[in-house]
């Protein structure tokens, strides 16, 4: 089983500033074939559900802010947020869906300093 | 506009069962794969099962497997979870999912969730 691992488990940034958050999977979730990272970023506010922000590990879903940007292949992957708003404050979790079980971290917790 | 609202979620006693339902809308039922995702209180996200958009395959976690069984009735655009067997690590919001495509990807639309809380 693929076990995935974020960083940190919370983070406290300033309005205006970047925020950063690590993601990295056990092994490889490049498929060679498509050269596609099956790896997704969701953002998910107190008693809603996730919301999809990226996929492919660097696509941003339709209607999500460019301040949200994903990088990262092979086995280490970041979510980045380019200046904070006050509505980023949320638990973020990186997926991978390369093999199931599918798996996802366990979540980074980001509020405003 | 693309719909999930699961139903079915209560109490149950260890041991016991219990059906979620998933009702889909909004878009062509059998052309997804639809994922089952838990989430236990103030806990993070737990992949649990998915089937295809025929039914004819059906995959699931080694936490559920053998446990729970996941199905669709794509004449009535509506998705299943039963659980048997229930344990108190089973409490959790469950949610229903949509792939954003076919085979593997990521999970595009979410329903609002059931709470499905086991104990005695």
């Known amino acids: 089983d693929i076990v995935v691992t974020q960083s940190p488990d919370s983070l406290a940034v300033s309005l205006g500033e970047r925020a950063t958050i690590n993601c990295k999977s056990s092994r490889s979730v490049l498929y060679s074939s498509n050269n596609n990272n099956y790896l997704a970023w969701y953002q998910q506010k107190p008693r809603q559900p996730p919301k999809l922000l990226i996929y492919?590990?660097?696509t941003r879903e339709s209607g999500v802010p460019d301040r949200f940007s994903g990088s990262g292949s092979g086995t280490d992957f970041t979510l980045t947020i380019s200046s904070l708003q006050a509505e980023d404050v949320a638990v973020y979790y990186c997926h991978q869906y390369y093999t199931t079980p599918y798996s996802f971290g366990q979540g980074t917790k980001l509020e405003i300093k | 506009e693309v719909q999930l609202v699961e139903s079915g979620g209560g109490l149950v006693q260890p041991g016991g069962s219990l059906r979620l339902s998933c009702a889909a809308s909004g878009f062509t039922f059998s052309s997804y794969w639809i994922h089952w995702v838990r989430q236990a209180p103030g806990k993070g996200l737990v992949w649990v099962s998915r089937?295809?958009?025929?039914?004819?395959?059906?995959d699931y976690a080694d936490s559920v497997k053998g446990r729970f069984t996941i199905s669709r009735d794509n004449t009535q655009n509506t998705l299943y979870l039963q659980m048997n067997s229930l344990r108190a690590e089973d409490t959790a919001v469950y949610y229903c999912a949509r792939a954003y495509g076919s085979g593997s990807s990521a999970l595009k639309f979410w329903g609002q969730g059931a709470l499905v809380t086991v104990s005695s």
């Open positions: 089937i295809n958009g025929d039914g004819t395959f059906t």
């Open positions: 492919w590990a660097s």
